[in-house]
């Protein structure tokens, strides 16, 4: 892989978006490197995935804006279709994506971002969606996904204004759960993914599942979601041990995703 680096500590996989010379920009080249990667995880053995940029200053300066620059409409159209079905893959990706957002994290990394199943950032972190002042929309689901997690609102302010606003405020308004300094977001991350894969696997993807499909649903037939995965749940080795063990007064821990 020449754009991307991955590495497993126990369960937890990480991918580090690796252009630091173009500040982590987007190509295409490292979108694919990507998507086949996530074709190869182990799903089975890696229970929660990290994403984070190489280096101190960025996440991801955004798509490759040279790339951009003197595309057609057709050929642009393609990408941001390539580009939305990752971001989806992402979104969908049967075990939790945190993104460890370590500094700028702008236009299409926002929306790779926006992808994972939440954000944590470092007090260094710059995020935006610069894109209304370079002439086009954001492209990979920035649009839709910007107002799911703050709010309609606040998510054409952002992209109207094509305005960049530092961690405080993207904790502010919800787009990050938490801000670290800068030497601890790796640290953090990995705890909380480490966390996340001490939980019994088939609950925590069950209950991605039913969130993800169930948030752009009515709340009826999300329910319904809720109760078909839920049920599928019980029965599993894991189910049953847990619950035993809470009956004994002992804490059930080695979760064989089963
Ligand atoms: N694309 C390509 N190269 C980039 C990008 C980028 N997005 N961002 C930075 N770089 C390059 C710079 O050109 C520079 O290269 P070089 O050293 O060869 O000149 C190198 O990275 C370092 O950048 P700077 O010198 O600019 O570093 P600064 O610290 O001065 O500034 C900034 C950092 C503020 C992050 C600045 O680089 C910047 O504004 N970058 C662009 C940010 C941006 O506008 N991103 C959004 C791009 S649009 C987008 O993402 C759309 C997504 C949807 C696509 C849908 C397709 C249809």
Not at 41 to 46: A, C, H, N, P, R
Not at 91 to 103: D, K, M, R, S
Not at 144 to 158: D, F, H, L, S, W
Not at 168 to 195: C, T
Request: net charge negative; with cysteine.
């Amino acid at each position: 892989m020449e754009f991307i680096r991955y590495e497993e500590k126990g369960r937890v996989g990480i991918i580090t978006l690796s252009r630091e010379e173009s500040l982590n920009a987007l190509c295409t080249p490292m979108l694919r490197e990507i998507d086949k990667l996530l074709d190869e995880i182990d799903t089975d053995e890696i229970r929660c995935l990290i994403i984070t940029g190489a280096g101190k200053k960025a996440f991801a300066a955004g798509a490759d804006i040279e790339e951009m620059s003197d595309m057609s409409p057709v050929e642009s159209r393609k990408y941001s279709l390539y580009g939305n079905s990752l971001m989806r893959k992402i979104e969908t990706y049967p075990i939790p994506v945190i993104a460890a957002v370590n500094g700028y994290c702008l236009g299409g990394a926002c929306e790779m971002s926006l992808s994972c199943d939440f954000r944590i950032c470092s007090d260094n972190a710059v995020f935006g969606q610069p894109e209304a002042g370079l002439g086009i929309t954001p492209g990979w689901g920035g649009t839709q996904r910007m107002a799911r997690a703050v709010g309609i609102a606040m998510a054409k302010q952002i992209m109207y204004t094509a305005r960049n606003f530092k961690a405080d405020e993207a904790l502010r308004i919800g787009l990050v759960n938490s801000v670290h300094p800068q030497e601890e977001l790796m640290d953090y991350a990995l705890k909380l993914a480490e966390k996340i894969s001490s939980n019994a696997p088939i609950a925590v993807r069950a209950c991605k599942e039913a969130s993800t499909r169930g948030i752009s649903m009515d709340l009826d037939q999300a329910c319904k979601i809720e109760s078909d995965l839920f049920s599928s749940c019980i029965g599993t080795y894991d189910q049953r041990n847990a619950m035993k063990a809470f009956m004994n007064k002992e804490k059930y821990t080695d979760f064989q995703n089963r």
